[in-house]
């Protein structure tokens, strides 16, 4: 399998709105995303889990961002709103085939979540200004 592959990424003002797209194999339970800002390491952003639609979310993000998948063509979305300047980052899509429901919808808020996911995109870039 071919890693996924993000789209949907560019330039906002604080306050605008953005939706990540993401094309995934459609053979792996597990899918989030993680952002890495200037200076700083990958960080867990959400995380769906295909079969029950559970989702998991980093602090930072919580009511602002939300993850969805579309089943009949294996994609996973990320809708932000209210962006804000501390959400400029690269973007990485993600898949995993060895976490369960839980597991896939907590971890993403673990300080080392990143080693956790197996498959990642090459990343996609989101820039808000002030």
């Known amino acids: 399998w071919a890693q996924p592959v993000e789209s949907g990424g560019g330039s906002v003002q604080a306050g605008g709105s953005l939706r990540l797209s993401c094309k995934v194999s459609g053979e792996h339970d597990c899918m989030g995303w993680f952002r890495q800002r200037p200076g700083k390491g990958r960080e867990g952003v959400a995380s769906?889990?295909?079969?029950?639609?559970?989702?998991g979310y980093a602090d930072s993000v919580l009511g602002r961002f939300t993850i969805a998948r579309n089943s009949a063509t294996n994609t996973v979305y990320l809708q932000m709103n209210n962006l804000r300047p501390d959400d400029t980052a690269m973007y990485f899509c993600?898949?995993?085939?060895?976490?369960?429901?839980?597991?896939?919808?907590?971890?993403?808020?673990?300080?080392?979540?990143?080693?956790?996911?197996?498959?990642w995109g090459q990343g996609t870039q989101v820039t808000v200004s002030s």
């Open positions: 769906i889990f295909s079969n029950t639609g559970a989702t």
């Open positions: 993600v898949e995993d085939h060895t976490l369960g429901s839980t597991a896939c919808t907590t971890a993403i808020r673990l300080p080392d979540a990143f080693e956790m996911y197996t498959y």
